[in-house]
């Protein structure tokens, strides 16, 4: 990730991790290859294939959750991103409480399963999120939960989906022991792993937290704010979501390690991937994934290119470059390595690089 202060600039990452490279549906897939990707071409024919990792399909979390937990030092199957953020914040300094982020949503309640609904497509206005944020403060103050609204300070990172919710200015901290227990069948998994999902196996299994939302879920029937939006023919709060939950447990942030500090979490097609799974915006996601080509894969390419030259950055050492695609729970990286004189050769009577790339990208 990148660096915590503005006062030095950060060399450019050499690990580029690129969430939803590929989707499920058939439709994402079939644009992808219409795709005109130079720079994703070159870095692939550049770049030595590490193999495809897989992750189950019942994992909590998704393929670039783990990748990107991991480089943070994080439980890569329960990160405890809001604690994270706290400590960067100065909230928690010695990374002693619990936290965890908590965002008002709308749950479809059917028959069969309870879903939950993309808590940016509420809009809810600064005075809405704030009333909302006071009547729930009591509730949650009887159980030893401290709910924090807090603004994204200027020397962090722009807010990313693995590590908080969709964004700041719609969700809340939460500090409280009951965040600290974790149950591998019921993680807090982020609302990129739930949106549009059976949401079933994600429940807090803690009794308090189950009230909790049985609470929230009666005050919130009658609250004004609901009210409100319901005259207007707007979609209402009728629940709260829980993610990013736990407790660093001595683990200390305050610096980036060295594999975050290198890494880019390139987040271009994670809403426009999220949006299509549910209406089908793949024009979107063809656009973001050209905007990345250009943006941040050219650089990277310029890397590769300036490696394999003998150049290395001013006065940094050089470190291996690499690229990093993933499906929900897939993802393949590429390295930068000596490529033998005989596998360039070979090189030269394989497919194109666009079928290069149409290749991997089905192994995902």
Known sequence: MPPDSQAAPSPAPSHVLVPFAVCEDPASRQALRKLDLPNLDALLQSLLPQGVQSIPLQSPTLAHERLWAGAHQLNPLAPAWAAWHAQRMGLDPLGQWAWAWITPCYWQVAQAQVTLSDPDELQLSAPEFQALLESMQPYFAEDGIELKQVE??????????????????????AKGEVFRSYDVFSSYVSLERAL?????????????????????????????????????????????????????D???????????????????????????????????????????????????????????????????????????????????????????????????????????????????
């Open 196 to 248: 549009d999902q059976d949401l079933t196996p994600w429940m807090p299994a803690h009794p308090t937290l189950r009230r909790l939302q049985n609470e929230m879920q009666m005050l919130m029937y009658t609250h004004p704010v609901n009210e409100a939006r319901s005259q207007a023919r707007r979609p209402t709060v009728n629940s709260f979501w829980i993610s990013g939950a736990g407790a660093l």
């Open 152 to 173: 994204h300070p200027p020397n962090l990172p722009t807010p990313l989906l693995p590590p908080m919710p969709t964004s700041m200015s719609t969700s809340w901290l």
């Open 250 to 364: 001595g683990i200390s942030t305050s610096s980036p390690s060295p594999s975050s500090a290198s890494m880019k979490y390139a987040q271009n097609l994670s809403r426009p991937a999220l949006q299509g799974d549910l209406q089908g915006d793949w024009q979107a996601w063809s656009e973001a994934w050209s905007a990345l080509d250009a943006q941040t894969l050219a650089p990277l390419l310029a890397k590769v290119r300036s490696a394999q030259a003998g150049a290395t950055e001013p006065h940094a050492p050089h470190r291996q470059i690499s690229l990093t695609l993933c499906s929900a729970f897939k993802s393949h990286t590429f390295c930068s390595g000596n490529v033998s004189a005989w596998s360039r050769f070979k090189r030269v009577f394989q497919p194109s690089a666009t079928a290069r790339r149409h290749a991997f990208m089905e192994q995902l």
